[in-house]
């Protein structure tokens, strides 16, 4: 017969993490998808040569591990410019600049998938340069962003799982204090397992929902 010493308290206790994970991935991927959006448009319309600091910018962070990048975060905050700030909002920054770095190539990308010929014409029409993207460029990049940008909350929200270095009890986090407590790795990993999908899930669903619908328009 299956025993097991999880008990209600436990599940609660994954809930919790399971939460924190929800939030931290929440906040990073729609503050990391704002300045994406910022960053690429700004790159795409100024060219390479003048965006050559920023694109340094986001390389450092698209390079360096997440993991380091949160050490150094932590120490850099915390110990050069002594900012009393949270273990939360310390993880809530650096994966925002995270998601922001990779974000920004999904825009520039998007809008150069715009037909050149396409945006000549809104020009043509009267146009301004904010409704030319506001009512042209923006929605059809989105179309061409939106599986990119999909796998890249995906992967914000798996990411997430490194955030226990500054201190933030997240889903993975709290199953390994219930395995060290509990002593069964292979349950506990299975219930996380199972979070983990519950999250991500409707994320991939509604994407390949939202695919579908618009290639058909």
């Avoid at 059809?140 to 201190?167: E, F, N």
């Avoid at 990993?189 to 979070?195: E, N, S, V």
């Amino acid at each position: 017969m299956f025993d097991t010493a999880l008990t209600a308290n436990d599940f609660i206790f994954l809930a919790k993490g399971a939460w924190m994970t929800i939030l931290v991935t929440i906040v990073s991927v729609i503050a990391g998808t704002v300045l994406g959006i910022v960053f690429g448009t700004f790159r795409y319309q100024v060219g390479p040569i003048w965006a050559a600091p920023l694109t340094f910018v986001l390389d450092i962070f698209r390079s360096i591990p997440l993991l380091i990048q949160l050490v150094l975060a932590n120490a850099f905050l915390g110990t050069v410019l002594r900012l009393n700030l949270s273990g939360l909002t310390i993880a809530c920054i650096v994966l925002s600049m995270y998601c922001a770095a990779y974000c920004a190539e999904i825009v520039r990308g998007g809008i150069e998938a715009v037909p050149t010929t396409t945006r000549r014409a809104a020009r043509s029409l009267g146009l301004t340069w904010w409704q030319d993207m506001r009512e042209i460029v923006l929605p059809l990049a989105t179309r061409v962003a939106l599986p990119s940008w999909i796998g890249l909350a995906l992967g914000v929200m798996k990411d997430s799982a490194l955030v226990y270095v500054v201190q933030v009890t997240e889903l993975l986090r709290s199953t390994q204090i219930l395995i060290t407590r509990l002593q069964e790795p292979l349950l506990l990993l299975m219930i996380c397992g199972a979070f983990y999908f519950v999250i991500s899930f409707p994320l991939a669903r509604f994407g390949g929902y939202l695919e579908k619908r618009w290639s058909h328009d």
